[in-house]
């Protein structure tokens, strides 16, 4: 069994890379800017804006609008931006069904000479140049354990700064996909020493697609002298949800992907 987050996890400092890797995967094989500030959602308070990290979607570029709800049992990255950059903000949920599992300040200290511009990444508690300007955004990891809305409240010396009204619920549908295609696939079928990239997208019960994260998410291989778990690096900087096949020897096996109580199975066949 392999839960993603344990083969994922970037370094602290790595992460801003992280998300714009998943932003431009995207935009690279969609063909889209990957950078689109206007997907962002404003707070209640029209204080903060907020963005789905890029792994929530298999579309997902870097700056989803947070216009779907997100699935429980799962951690969802929510990038917070337009806070002052010299702000030290705390998090919290208004509900104890869901949970703010961290909450990590991104600063960069910028400047620009005749060689263009240059971002040095500090700490929150240092100091930029005088001929640098401060910059920050805040990455949220969220979590629900079970379905209804919660609010994600950002703090500011303890008093509410902005919050955004966030919904959660219980995926009963699972696709797989491979790579970055949005059409679903039933098998797999790959050859010897051969890799492929699966990816999941989750659903609810009406059908509405669900933000999905960096951990929840269990993979399971029946037969791993048939087909085992591939080099993550394949995926370091494409959607979270997602898995690298490698084709070790020739035979039937599958795939299991479990989610709270969801389970979808692929069958792979190894030539």
């Known amino acids: 069994m392999l839960r993603l987050a344990s083969i994922l996890s970037a370094p602290k400092k790595n992460a801003l890379f992280a998300l714009l890797g998943a ?6 094989l969609t063909g889209c800017d990957p950078i689109d500030l206007d997907q962002r959602t404003p707070g ?22 947070i216009d779907r709800p997100l699935m429980t049992h799962t951690s969802v990255t929510i990038v917070v931006d337009d806070a002052d950059p010299s702000a030290v903000l705390t998090a919290r949920t208004s509900s104890t069904k869901a949970a703010v599992d961290s909450f990590e300040a991104h600063v960069t200290c910028q400047s ?8 040095r990444e500090v700490t929150i508690d240092e100091k930029c140049a005088a001929n640098e300007e401060r910059q920050s ?7 629900a354990t079970a379905p209804g809305s919660f ?12 919050s955004l009204t966030l919904g959660a619920k ?9 790579g970055s295609s949005t059409d679903p696939i039933t098998a797999l079928q ?3 020493g051969e890799t492929q990239v699966v990816t999941a997208s989750f659903f609810d019960e009406s059908g509405q697609e669900l933000a999905s994260g960096v951990t929840g998410a269990d993979w399971t291989f029946g037969d791993e002298s048939v087909a085992k778990f591939g080099s993550p690096f394949a995926i370091l900087f494409g959607p979270y949800n997602a898995l ?11 795939v299991s992907l479990h989610v709270g109580d969801l389970e979808v199975t692929l069958p792979i066949q190894v030539d």
Do not use: K, Q
């Not at 932003?23 to 690279?28: I, K, P």
């Not at 955004?137 to 979590?143: E, G, L, N, Q, R």
């Open 44 to 65: 209640n308070e029209g204080t903060l804006v907020f963005s789905y990290g890029g792994e929530a979607f298999l579309d997902c570029l870097f700056g989803c609008a």
């Open 137 to 143: 955004f805040w990455i949220a990891h969220v979590s």
């Open 170 to 178: 219980d995926a009963t549908r699972a696709d797989l996909h491979l």
């Open 244 to 254: 690298v096949v490698e084709a070790t020897g020739p035979g039937a096996t599958s």
């Open 151 to 162: 609010d994600l409240e950002i703090l500011d010396d303890g008093d509410v700064l902005d």
């Open 112 to 119: 620009e000479d005749a060689e263009g511009t240059h971002d």
């Open 190 to 192: 790959i050859s010897m």
């Open 23 to 28: 932003g431009l995967l995207g935009a690279t």
